[in-house]
C-alpha cells in the first residue's frame, strides 16, 4: 500500500500552521501534513525520511528564523533528492525583492498570505494540485 501522500509546511507561527493545516485537511483529508518552525527543521525533517515519503509540496513562510524561505530554496536547489518537489512561499512580506530572490531560487509560487478565509482556500488548492490527483 502506498504512503499517505504528504505536504511539508515551515512557518514559525503557530497561529498560520494552524489555520493553513485546516484548510488542507478540509480541502484533501488523505493527506499528511507535517509542520516545523524553521528552515533548519525543514533540513533535519527531509534527511529523516526515505526517499518514497518525501512531500509532494514544500511550503515555507518567507520569514522564518535560522533560516529564511529564501535561504532554504538556495540551499535545497543544489540536492537532487529534492528538485521534483515543489516549493511554494506564503509570506505576509509583498516586497518584490522577496518575491524575485525565492522565485529565481526554485519556488513555484510565490504567495502573499490572505486575510480572507476563501482566499486561504483558493491557495491552499493551487498548492494541493502540486500533489496530483
Same mark, same amino acid.
Given at each position: 500500500?502506498?504512503?499517505?501522500r504528504?505536504?511539508? %509546511? =515551515? +512557518? !514559525? /507561527? ?5 489555520? @493553513? ?5 478540509? *480541502? ?7 509542520t ?12 529523516? %525520511? =526515505? +526517499? !518514497? /515519503? ?5 511550503? @515555507? ?5 535560522? *533560516? ?16 521534483h ?49
Amino acid at each position: 500500500m502506498p504512503l499517505k501522500r504528504k505536504i511539508l %509546511i =515551515a +512557518d !514559525d /507561527d503557530s497561529e498560520d500552521l494552524e489555520i @493553513l493545516t485546516e484548510v488542507f485537511n478540509q *480541502l484533501d483529508n488523505h493527506m499528511s501534513i507535517h509542520t516545523v518552525q524553521n528552515g533548519s527543521q525543514v533540513f533535519r525533517y527531509l534527511a529523516s %525520511i =526515505a +526517499d !518514497d /515519503d518525501l512531500p509532494c509540496v514544500i511550503v @515555507l513562510d518567507y520569514k522564518m528564523p535560522i *533560516l529564511n524561505a529564501a535561504e532554504v530554496l538556495e540551499k535545497i536547489r543544489s540536492e537532487e533528492r529534492y528538485s521534483h518537489i515543489p516549493k511554494v512561499v506564503w509570506s505576509t512580506s509583498g516586497r518584490k525583492e522577496d518575491m524575485s530572490r525565492c522565485l529565481n531560487a526554485g519556488a513555484r509560487e510565490y504567495f502573499i498570505k490572505p486575510s480572507k478565509t476563501s482566499e486561504l482556500k483558493r491557495m491552499a488548492g493551487i498548492m494541493l494540485r502540486y500533489c496530483g490527483s
